[in-house]
């Protein structure tokens, strides 16, 4: 079993994404979100083969096509966590924090070298 929370970003929908190996080849997994094209995907997407999700190329992964026919927003990273859940449950990716934190934005540099990443860290 594996239990994550994300926030969303600029739309402020949280996830809860719980999921559970059905047998040695199968997660099955549950949301909970106020987000209605989140919602809207899972009533009709609510497992996955484990091999095919992890050996296929991203655009290939039902997830991502799932994801493609209900979330409108391309940087939703919804589709994303439920893939980490497909890597942590199969043994792949030790479960720990994924992150993604804007560090500086000004509207016209980019971030910087990871040197400042690694001063702030």
């Given at each position: 079993m594996a239990v994550c929370w994300l926030k969303?970003?600029?739309c402020g929908h949280e996830v809860v994404i719980d999921a559970n190996k059905k047998d040695s080849d199968t997660m099955v997994f549950s949301l909970e979100t106020s987000c209605p094209y989140t919602m809207e995907m899972h009533k009709q997407f609510k497992e996955l083969n484990i091999a095919e999700e992890l050996t296929n190329r991203l655009t290939e992964t039902q997830t991502?096509?799932?994801a493609s026919q209900f979330?409108?927003?391309?940087?939703?990273p919804v589709p994303s966590a439920i893939l980490k859940m497909v890597e942590v449950l199969s043994g792949s990716y030790r479960a720990e924090d994924t992150l993604i934190k804007f560090l500086?934005?000004?509207?016209?540099?980019?971030?910087g070298a990871m040197?400042?990443?690694?001063a702030i860290t």
């Open positions: 969303a970003g600029w991502y096509k799932m979330i409108p927003c391309v940087g939703c500086h934005f000004n509207g016209s540099q980019p971030l040197s400042k990443v690694k």
